[in-house]
């Protein structure tokens, strides 16, 4: 029996038992992160090592550097995982690990460290998106939260709509053309000399300024969810390169909230249309762009004005850790095929199991 073979009848009698025990492993850009959890909820423990103070030097994260730091600290953060969680690496059912998009040298070493786990303790890997990881993240602090519902990705490389049709399965409502939401923020950020990540950063400043300044107007699309933010930021980047040029002030504040009002208000609106429109009332926010308070806290206004509940991750889960990847590969596990391919390769690009749009 080939190694395949033997893994599928583990994978099978694993679908069967009442209490899975997945080791999720996260190396997707500047954090190193294991986690073990059990049934997808139960965090036991979820350890991560972050890098941001090293590239907060460069303004943004360093691809060789991530990766050097990522052989650096795994196996401590493996060993504490295991510690934290008060169990030995004899008793992981599974292993799940984080395979792309990301990028790539960051990708490999956690994705090598969990094949040699995997092929050690003789137990199935599970290959994870990403970004499905964010999205499960609410299963882990909403015990309630079932598919479907809709839920806004926004994060540094992603913004898109989609409805989560059951744990494993979603349809694309839209999605950005061009830059992440994410990506936009970090930019404006460094442009006006905030430090890295900038996103934390924009969101503080914003509460202290007034919507009072518009960088540009809104686009019709063909498709009413996709949206657009590298007009925006150019919009931004502009007005700040003026005002220096003609060695005018502006007020720093006030560029944030016009700027965060801006991105955000018309995803907002567009979330909560997919919501009215696809029936279901529920709407769940997924990436590290979902730490914003100015998303969270209008999102929940109008959401709840129309009788929809909004869901979003507490802040130790918004950003990139490994207890998301263990929940999504117990889903994953449970509800799904895959194969467990110890060649498995990491993949930069990524894009999430969707169909082509909800609209097709």
Same mark, same amino acid.
């Given at each position: 029996?080939?190694? *395949?073979e033997?893994?599928? =009848?583990?994978?099978q009698?694993?679908?069967q038992?009442?209490?899975?025990?997945?080791? %999720?492993i996260e190396?997707?850009?500047? =954090?190193?992160?294991?986690s073990?959890?059990r049934?997808?909820?139960e965090?036991?423990?979820n350890?991560?090592s972050?890098?941001i103070?090293i590239? /907060?030097?460069y @303004?943004?994260v360093v691809?060789?550097?991530?990766?050097r730091?990522?052989i650096?600290?795994i196996d401590?953060?493996?060993?504490?995982?295991l510690? +934290?969680? !008060?169990?030995?690496?004899?008793?992981?059912d599974?292993?799940a690990?984080?395979? %792309?998009?990301?990028?790539?040298?960051?990708?490999?070493?956690?994705?090598?460290f969990?094949?040699?786990?995997?092929? @050690?303790l003789d137990?199935?890997?599970?290959?994870?998106?990403?970004i499905a990881?964010?999205?499960?993240?609410?299963?882990?602090d909403f015990?309630?939260?079932?598919?479907?519902?809709?839920?806004?990705?926004?994060?540094?490389g992603?913004?898109?709509?989609?409805?989560?049709?059951t744990?494993?399965?979603?349809?694309?409502?839209?999605?950005t053309?061009?830059?992440a939401v @994410?990506e936009?923020f970090?930019?404006? /950020?460094?442009?006006?000399g905030?430090?890295y990540?900038g %996103?934390?950063?924009?969101?503080?400043?914003?509460k *202290?300024?007034?919507?009072?300044?518009?960088?540009?107007k809104?686009?019709?699309?063909?498709?009413?969810? +996709?949206?657009?933010?590298?007009?925006?930021k150019?919009?931004v980047?502009?007005y700040v390169h !003026?005002c220096t040029?003609?060695?005018?002030?502006?007020n720093i504040?006030?560029?944030c /909230?016009?700027f965060?009002s801006?991105a955000?208000?018309e995803?907002?609106?567009k979330?909560?249309?997919?919501?009215? =429109?696809?029936?279901? !009332?529920?709407?769940a926010?997924a990436?590290?762009?979902?730490?914003?308070?100015?998303?969270?806290? !209008?999102?929940?206004?109008?959401? @709840?004005?129309? %009788?929809?509940k909004?869901?979003?991750?507490?802040?130790?889960?918004c950003?990139?850790?490994?207890a998301m990847i263990?929940s999504?590969?117990?889903?994953?596990l449970?509800?799904?095929?895959?194969?467990?391919?110890?060649t498995?390769n990491?993949?930069?690009t990524?894009?999430?199991?969707?169909?082509?749009?909800?609209?097709?």
């Amino acid at each position: 029996m080939s190694i *395949e073979e033997k893994m599928k =009848e583990k994978v099978q009698l694993l679908k069967q038992k009442d209490s899975v025990l997945i080791l %999720g492993i996260e190396s997707s850009c500047d =954090e190193t992160s294991v986690s073990v959890v059990r049934n997808g909820q139960e965090v036991l423990s979820n350890v991560v090592s972050s890098q941001i103070d090293i590239h /907060a030097e460069y @303004g943004g994260v360093v691809p060789e550097i991530a990766s050097r730091n990522h052989i650096i600290n795994i196996d401590y953060v493996y060993n504490k995982a295991l510690k +934290d969680a !008060n169990i030995t690496a004899s008793e992981i059912d599974a292993v799940a690990v984080t395979y %792309g998009p990301g990028l790539v040298g960051a990708l490999l070493v956690g994705l090598n460290f969990a094949k040699g786990l995997a092929y @050690g303790l003789d137990v199935p890997l599970i290959p994870v998106n990403h970004i499905a990881g964010h999205i499960c993240a609410n299963f882990i602090d909403f015990k309630d939260l079932k598919p479907p519902f809709v839920c806004l990705i926004v994060s540094g490389g992603h913004t898109a709509i989609v409805l989560q049709e059951t744990y494993t399965t979603h349809k694309l409502f839209g999605s950005t053309l061009d830059d992440a939401v @994410g990506e936009s923020f970090d930019k404006v /950020a460094r442009i006006m000399g905030l430090k890295y990540p900038g %996103g934390p950063q924009v969101d503080r400043l914003a509460k *202290e300024g007034k919507n009072n300044i518009v960088f540009c107007k809104s686009h019709t699309f063909d498709n009413p969810y +996709d949206v657009s933010y590298s007009g925006l930021k150019t919009a931004v980047i502009n007005y700040v390169h !003026n005002c220096t040029q003609k060695g005018e002030s502006y007020n720093i504040s006030d560029v944030c /909230a016009s700027f965060e009002s801006q991105a955000f208000d018309e995803l907002i609106n567009k979330t909560i249309k997919a919501s009215l =429109e696809s029936g279901v !009332n529920k709407i769940a926010l997924a990436g590290g762009v979902a730490a914003n308070s100015y998303l969270r806290e !209008n999102m929940t206004k109008l959401a @709840g004005q129309k %009788g929809i509940k909004v869901y979003y991750p507490s802040m130790s889960l918004c950003g990139d850790n490994a207890a998301m990847i263990a929940s999504a590969g117990f889903y994953k596990l449970k509800y799904s095929d895959f194969d467990c391919d110890l060649t498995i390769n990491a993949q930069p690009t990524l894009p999430l199991d969707t169909s082509k749009s909800f609209l097709a």
